[in-house]
């Protein structure tokens, strides 16, 4: 706790001003963070892409780094009791989540043509996270034209 501590001090712990520039640039930072979880995988699926399978590697320990990052500020916001789920999958947000979904998955697309021998385990995982990314793609969708129509997915008629 008191290395968290230290990062968010060294973080957030800057002199910003009145209390209206200092959420400006806290959201600043929220969209910036927003837009890396879409731009990020995009860049990675074309290096990729054009690299190869060398490429693999760099990108996914990239990903990961940026993660690291991520869960380190979900903890910070859980530390300090923020609802950051009810936030996150409001209707507001569904656009942004699709589009961050497709994202991912063009990197494991990109990952299951490109970035893997023909056969083997990283093969299938790659494929299987696809049919993954695809089949939670087609639910988000189920789930919206649902709530749209007023139907309850979950009720049983029987």
């Known amino acids: 706790m008191e290395t968290q501590r230290r990062i968010t001090d060294l973080v ?3 002199d ?18 927003h837009l890396q979880l879409i731009g990020l995988p995009v860049a990675g699926a ?14 996914l320990i990239m990903l990961a780094a940026a993660f690291v990052a ?29 589009v961050c979904a497709c994202s991912w998955l063009a990197l494991v697309s990109a990952i299951a043509v490109r970035g893997s021998s023909k056969s083997g385990f ?8 696809v049919v993954g990314l695809v089949i939670a793609l087609v639910a988000m969708a189920v789930n919206a034209w649902c709530r749209r129509h007023g139907v309850d997915a979950a009720s049983d008629e029987a």
């Open 12 to 14: 957030l712990g800057l």
């Open 16 to 33: 910003y001003g009145d209390e209206q520039e200092r959420l400006r640039y806290y959201e600043t930072y929220a969209v910036a963070v």
């Open 46 to 59: 074309a290096i990729i892409a054009v690299a190869g399978r060398s490429a693999t590697g760099p990108v």
């Open 70 to 98: 991520i869960l380190i500020g979900l903890a910070h916001l859980k530390r300090h009791h923020v609802r950051a789920e009810s936030i996150a999958m409001s209707k507001r947000n569904r656009g942004y989540l699709i």
């Open 122 to 129: 990283q093969s299938g995982m790659a494929k299987g996270a």
